[in-house]
């Protein structure tokens, strides 16, 4: 079952949902990956390390760090490159 929320910032959000535990907290995971991989911009060059500063200043349960952390570098694994010389770079 798929709904719309609000976020804080009065945006919709499409709040997707599955009768799947396992399938709907991985979703949870990439979607505050997301939210954190925008909050930071998307300048080339991103590193793990300014990733996991940006992880360590949300409010997000140190029990999930691992979690959103794998779902972050997924999340740039399946993105596409603009420039084919420089597979490193990606767009969010």
């Known amino acids: 079952m798929s709904f719309i929320e609000l976020t804080s910032e009065g945006k919709k959000m499409l709040k ?37 500063k940006a992880l360590k200043n949300t409010d997000l349960d140190e029990d999930l760090h691992e979690n959103v952390f794998l779902a972050a570098i997924a999340i740039e694994t399946m993105l596409v490159s603009p420039d084919l010389t420089d597979p490193y770079v990606t767009i969010h």
């Not at 009768?19 to 300048?43: M, V």
């Open 16 to 52: 997707f949902r599955t009768e799947i535990p396992l399938l709907d907290k991985e979703n949870d995971e990439l979607f505050l990956a997301a939210k954190i991989l925008e909050s930071i911009g998307n300048d080339v060059g991103l590193t793990t390390t300014e990733f996991y």
